[in-house]
């Protein structure tokens, strides 16, 4: 009886149809579920869908949600939920939350989006204890498949300590009968929530393949165990929670044990710095053994293979295209070599993408299926891109006295876009600059009435209001057709998938860790510096910074190498988390950002700095916006929690 009623407790709490495909037809039983190989591993995949889809800009506030990509001044915070830890109107509250993965109901809007993760970790540990069981398991699934559910207690425990903070650490699968005394307990310390999740990574370490082979794609192997440990305790090891007494001194559970510690402990980044050590040597051990070898493709990082061209520019701008959407000629493209965990979920990549293509004409109507070019890069984010030397502008002998706000007839555009390094080419579309779209080149013309510009209303969501576009995620053979009345009619959508764990993370998370630990770059640091460096087109750390005078030391240097990982992942969600455990979210967020004026109709009039218009008032405030709130109605289920700071 007791197994039923567990089985039909997962039943009905599941909130998609998923679950309905893991048992048959009639009363559902767990014997039902674990009766054969192929309906455990449907219990499986369905943990995997527990986790949050990151890529969707509306769901979810990692791809908005930094100061690197932003969606546009019309659309609300019901649309685009990122805003309600930005702007004032329907801020983020324990009364109000948009994301609400700390529960069993959607977030706002009501009904949309429902990212229950304990309920992903209860069913793990429910696959766990019952996949032995399973009559015909193999040694190898018995160990694999238990290695995955390891993988994924540890991944859904650490995507709610990203968003939440210290979190109630769930250790062992919770019996539906038992007394509230056992199940409402207090949140655990930061510390100890990383201790746990590092063991649950271990262990999944320890058991997972090395590799799955393409019909697994997606899967956790041993490298993504790694991967996400390294992550975990560089995270803290960082400002926000390592000895962070400004933000969280009162930060306490009601016995008054501190939820995140007060004194700073450097040996925190030697445990991050070895982490990284340690998933980069299992990623390169392929190199020797051919372990990940498959298809010509082997796991490390990704460059084109297609492009003939001798140019280290071109090359490097080709080489950092090819992780995001390939050659421009595939179908699909998963990037197998870098990517050690991606989503592969067509709708939402869909979706996404019709938000970064700009439309081809200024009389836009909105179709369903068109592309909309609203989801833009930021002219911070602009900013943030080095010389073609590998050095921000002001650093730079070659560019450090040009204005990059001048005007430059001949090209059409204002300086700072004619002197970038390849990954701004590959990333951002800018007035009259190159756009791979549409089958093709084409010639971005961003001004008030000109295809790419302003309509005159700002009641039209659907166009960009800083004269940038985003170029990163979008296929070159990405297409629109326009019909007679020169409205979209039809769209087609290249389909790849989007990474949430790229080996490029392995080397910056080094380098950053080995530079924290003790002020300053060892020769490895240095080298996983220049990997990321060298694939893009890019002068060695070394080489670029002879010409500026020396490698900077310091504060500066702290602030270097922060850019160098910031500008390998601008527009993939992973800046909305750094900009947090750096402790600079508030200075990032608070001031308006710039923007061309997109009012203007000719180069003079458009080429005019101006705060981008937006429709609210922003209010970042500290430490409140670092963290989601807690809802109610977890608090008043479990009287032992303690709401986040602000809330």
């Given at each position: 009886?007791?197994?039923i009623?567990m ?8 909130a ?5 495909d ?17 309906q455990?591993e ?16 509306q ?5 908005s949600?930094g100061d ?5 001044y019309?659309?609300?915070v ?7 830890l ?11 939350t948009?994301?609400?993965?700390w ?5 706002l809007p009501?009904?949309n ?10 069913y ?7 996949i ?14 238990s290695?995955?559910?390891h ?10 300590l990203?968003?939440?903070?210290p979190i ?17 307990v207090?949140?655990?310390t930061y ?6 999740i ?20 997606g899967?956790?192997?041993?490298a ?12 803290a ?10 933000f969280y001194?009162d930060f306490v559970?009601?016995d008054?044990?501190?939820l995140i ?6 040996e ?14 299992c990623?390169e ?9 498959m298809d ?12 003939s ?10 080489n950092y ?6 050659d ?12 050690l965990m ?7 990549i ?6 970064f293509g ?5 009389n ?5 299926g ?20 590998g050095?921000p502008?002001?650093d730079?002998?070659?560019?450090k ?15 700072m ?32 009435g ?7 209303s ?6 960009s209001y ?24 039809v ?7 989007f ?5 490029a993370e392995?080397y ?12 300053t770059?060892?020769?490895?640091g240095?080298?996983c510096?220049n ?6 087109g ?7 910074w002879s ?9 500066k240097?702290?602030d ?6 910031s500008?390998e ?12 455990r ?6 990032c967020l ?18 005019k700095?101006?705060?981008m ?9 500290t430490?409140k916006?670092y963290?989601?709130a ?14 986040n700071?602000g809330y």
């Open positions: 009886m007791k197994k009623a089985a039909l407790a997962l039943l009905l709490a599941a998609s149809c998923d679950f309905l893991v048992v048959p037809e009639g009363s559902p039983t767990q014997d039902d579920i674990y009766k054969t190989q192929a455990a449907k219990m499986l995949f369905m943990v995997y869908g527990k986790c949050p889809d990151l890529f969707h800009a769901a979810m506030p990692d791809l949600g690197d990509l932003i969606s546009s019309y659309g609300s019901r649309y685009f939920s990122w805003k309600s930005v702007y004032a109107t329907s801020q983020e509250s324990s009364t109000n948009y994301f609400n993965m529960g069993t109901t959607s977030g009501t009904g989006y429902s990212y229950n993760i304990y309920e992903g970790i209860r793990a540990y429910n696959f766990l204890n019952n032995g069981s399973v009559p015909d398991i193999s040694e190898a699934n018995l160990r694999y498949w290695g995955e559910a993988f994924l207690i540890a991944h859904l425990h650490q995507i709610l990203e968003y939440y903070g109630v650490l769930a250790r062992e699968e919770i019996d539906l009968n038992a007394p509230a005394s056992s199940v409402n207090p949140r655990s510390d100890e929530c990383v201790n746990f590092e063991e649950e990574f271990r262990k999944a370490a320890d058991m997972l393949p090395d590799y799955w082979g393409p019909i697994a794609y899967r956790a192997i041993k993504t165990a790694l991967a996400y440990r390294a992550r975990l305790l560089l995270y090891a960082s400002p926000l929670v390592n000895g962070n007494s400004e001194a559970n009601k008054g044990t501190h510690n007060q004194t700073y402990d450097a925190k980044w030697k445990r991050a710095m070895d982490a990284a050590k340690e998933a980069i040597d990623v051990a392929s190199k020797e053994t051919g372990a990940y070898t010509d493709r082997q796991l490390g990082l990704s460059v084109s293979k297609s492009t061209t001798t140019d280290p520019f071109e090359l490097g701008r080709a295209t090819y992780i995001f959407t390939g421009g000629n595939a179908t699909q493209f998963l990037n197998q070599n870098e990517y991606s989503l592969n979920k067509s709708g939402s869909t979706y996404t993408q019709k938000q700009c439309h081809l004409a200024n836009y109507t909105k179709v369903s068109a592309y909309r070019g609203y989801l833009c890069p930021t002219f911070e984010a602009v900013q943030m891109y080095y010389t073609r030397n050095l502008w002001e730079d002998p070659e560019t006295d040009i204005d990059p706000l001048a005007y430059n007839k001949a090209a059409g555009t204002v300086e876009h004619l002197h970038k390094e390849p990954r701004f080419y590959a990333s951002v579309g800018y007035d009259r600059g190159t756009y791979r779209f549409n089958g093709g080149k084409m010639t971005i013309k961003a001004h008030k000109e295809p790419q510009g302003f309509t005159g700002y009641d039209n969501e659907y166009q800083n004269g940038y576009f985003c170029q990163k995620w979008v296929n070159e053979q990405s297409k629109m057709t326009l019909n007679s009345s020169g409205n979209y009619s769209s087609t959508y290249m389909s790849y998938v990474p949430y764990m790229r080996i392995l910056l998370s080094y380098a950053e860790a080995d530079f924290e630990y003790d002020g770059l060892s020769d490895y240095y080298e510096l990997k990321i460096r060298s694939r893009c890019l002068p060695t750390f070394q080489e670029s010409r500026a005078g020396g490698i900077p030391s310091g504060q240097l702290r270097i190498i922060r850019r160098e990982r500008i992942f601008l527009m993939e969600g992973r800046r909305f988390h750094d900009i947090r750096w402790k600079i979210a508030e200075e608070r001031p308006i950002p710039k923007a061309w004026n997109i009012e203007g109709d000719t180069p003079e009039k458009f080429y700095l101006v705060d218009k937006e429709n609210d008032t922003r209010i970042f405030t430490p916006h963290w989601l807690i809802p109610n109605s977890q608090l008043n289920i479990n009287g032992q929690l303690v709401q700071p």
